[in-house]
């Protein structure tokens, strides 16, 4: 029989059987396809990373819930209850991975803000962010 008339099942099994098979020549091929086309990669990962990270601008508000900053550059994702490293961690991650992450959970609010890289960096440890003693921006 044909390959393409067996039953799902019976060619994930057969392509599993063959992947292990050829293991070596695989990790080869892939290696060689990838050192010919760096650049071309690294350029579609960077235009994935920035639609992603736009994303997340927009899902969380696009502001810093602070001092209103609204310049995307100065925009960094934070924790709120100053568990960042162990939530990042239990999502597999950080950077790209941990929004590809919060994207699946549909990005979830609960604890995750946006602030400007001068409150997040004020905030940390615990301490008060400057601006909170000043009226925000309109």
């Known amino acids: 029989n044909n390959y393409q008339s067996r039953s799902k099942e019976y060619r994930w099994a ?11 020549k695989r990790l080869a091929s892939a290696k060689k396809w990838n050192a010919e086309h760096r ?9 994935r990373n920035t639609k992603l ?9 696009q502001r810093c819930v602070c001092c209103n900053e ?8 934070d924790h709120s ?17 941990f929004l590809i992450a919060l ?3 549909g990005w ?3 604890g995750i803000q946006i602030l400007c890289m001068n409150c997040n960096w004020a905030t940390r ?3 008060k962010c400057p601006h909170k003693d000043v009226p925000p921006l309109p």
């Open 108 to 110: 979830p609010t609960d």
């Open 39 to 47: 650049q071309q990669n690294s350029e579609a990962q960077k235009r």
């Open 70 to 77: 609204t310049v995307a550059e100065f925009l960094s994702i």
């Open 81 to 97: 209850a100053r568990n960042g490293q162990e939530h990042r961690k239990s999502l597999g991650g950080s950077g790209a991975n």
């Open 14 to 24: 057969y392509d599993k059987a063959y992947s292990q098979k050829h293991k070596e």
């Open 53 to 61: 990270r736009a994303e997340m601008l927009l899902a969380y508000g």
């Open 103 to 105: 994207k699946r959970l």
């Open 125 to 127: 440890y615990g301490h």
